[in-house]
């Protein structure tokens, strides 16, 4: 697709872009982009369904430069979310870069991320270096003292697999392999290989805000000063609870930035990652692999005993590689299991957990991000029917009830935002083919590259 096609698709202009808030940079109508330009289906409902994706949860999420932000970026969700943050943000820059001439915008939303990190090395002291944090803050917001999912190596990597920008990995590969070092640093202390959450501001909940917010292997979280390293001026800003989907999510990323690596012909940082890698994998099969509960557990950080009771993070390991090929069947077993197979499949917390709710916020709840990536794990595993099944279901439940933040397990019904960012992943999950009724295909001649 030519640009000046493309422009007139999306009816981007001066104009167009006056009709709007000034901190929109995209037309945010519901004809701002023509799908069946360079995406196909048999199913209308699917049509609309990626129309209203790329229309709410892609382009209206685009903002102009607003303090501290030097560049574009992206806001995730309504106005609680006044900021970008780090694992919501990825999912958008993946199908963002399915649009033609949208390079410089991606790489702009990444430096963000960089410019932060100079921010913020100015005012901490060493040992809390490269940070990045959960969510950049619009001004006068204070800034938050913890980070989140660390999921931007993988942004980066999806993105080049799309568009192919060099320049993008120039930018990112160096900052990338900071913040890796600063998490393994500041959120594996005793040097184990898992990873456990924390916050500079010694506040509990911030600390499990740096994964699934009211994730329940964390009730018992305490924060406590660095175990091993004594006399320094720290407080009480280290977790005692190692998650399972944050170390996931860190050795994901680790892949990425290996393989980026290994792309732009640096292969000393590739094997820095991979014998980060390999250490983790292993300590997570070692210490957090429960055969009896078929999953992965959270663990205590000191004396690594396992915290009974699966989560949603519990199935994460599949999406990073993490399990042997038995204890991956072994766990898509249990996903199968009616504790987990709710009408809407997969509940944060298993339904047979006393603490489950169908709507309860990381308690019983279903969101989409989540399901997309439990579903791509389950088909590397070769598990592509359990996969498509969840895909599928969770698809429809979009069709039926609307486009939302996360949703109740049994119901269906929508709950929190609508249209939020990051569940684009609904249209992710037909592009990636993991879906087998509902499809979605790129047209011949519009140049989109799949990854599956």
């Known amino acids: 697709m030519k640009r000046r ?15 709007f808030p000034e901190d929109w940079v995209c037309a945010a109508t519901p004809t701002a982009l023509a799908i069946r330009e360079f995406l196909q289906s048999d199913n209308p409902k699917v049509l609309a369904l990626a129309q209203r994706v790329f229309d709410k949860c892609v382009l209206e999420r685009l903002r102009t430069p607003t303090e501290p932000f030097l560049h574009t970026w992206i806001q995730a969700g309504g106005d609680y979310y006044k900021g970008q943050w780090i694992w919501d943000t990825m999912f958008v820059v993946d199908l963002l870069a399915i649009l033609p001439e949208q390079k410089k915008t991606i790489r702009d939303i990444f430096q963000n991320y960089w410019d932060f990190q100079d921010r913020w090395n100015k005012s901490m002291p060493d040992y809390a270096h490269d940070m990045v944090t959960v969510a950049i803050k619009t001004a006068p917001q204070a800034v938050r003292q913890f980070s989140q999912i660390p999921l931007l190596a993988w942004g980066v990597e999806r993105v080049y697999l799309r568009n192919g920008d060099k320049k993008l990995l120039e930018q990112s590969l160096g900052r990338l392999e900071r913040f890796h070092d600063w998490y393994w640093r500041e959120r594996d202390v ?104 078929g999953t992965f557990l959270a663990v205590n950080r000191d004396s690594l005993e396992k915290i009974p009771g699966a989560t949603i993070g519990s199935w994460i390991p599949l999406a990073a590689g993490v399990p042997t090929q038995t204890m991956a069947d072994r766990m898509a077993e249990v996903l199968a299991s009616p504790d987990w197979m709710t009408p809407l499949p997969v509940p944060t917390l298993a339904r047979n957990d006393r603490r489950w709710k169908a709507n309860g916020f990381w308690r019983g709840d279903v969101w989409p991000a989540t399901n997309y990536q439990i579903a791509t794990g389950l088909a590397a595993y070769g598990h592509k029917d359990l996969a498509g099944d969840i895909a599928d279901k969770t698809i429809a439940n979009a069709v039926q009830h609307g486009i939302n933040e996360h949703y109740d397990s049994v119901t269906g019904k929508p709950l929190g935002v609508s249209d939020y960012s990051m569940s684009c992943t609904l249209v992710t999950m037909m592009l990636d083919g993991l879906a087998q009724t509902h499809t979605l295909k790129p047209l011949a001649k519009s140049g989109v590259k799949l990854i599956l």
């Open 5 to 19: 096609d493309f422009l007139k698709i999306t009816g981007t202009s001066a104009a167009a872009f006056a009709l």
């Open 190 to 293: 005793t040097n184990s290989g898992l990873i456990a959450v924390g916050s500079y501001s010694g506040i509990v909940q911030h600390a499990r805000w740096e994964t699934y917010d009211y994730d329940a292997s964390m009730d018992g979280l305490k924060l406590t000063p660095h175990p091993t390293c004594k006399g320094l001026t720290e407080g009480a800003w280290y977790g005692d609870v190692c998650v399972t989907g944050n170390t996931a999510y860190l050795i994901l990323a680790e892949r990425s930035l290996a393989r980026l690596a290994n792309v732009m012909g640096d292969k000393a940082m590739a094997a820095r990652r991979e014998q980060r890698i390999n250490k983790s994998v292993q300590a997570m099969r070692d210490h957090m692999w429960d055969e009896k509960a």
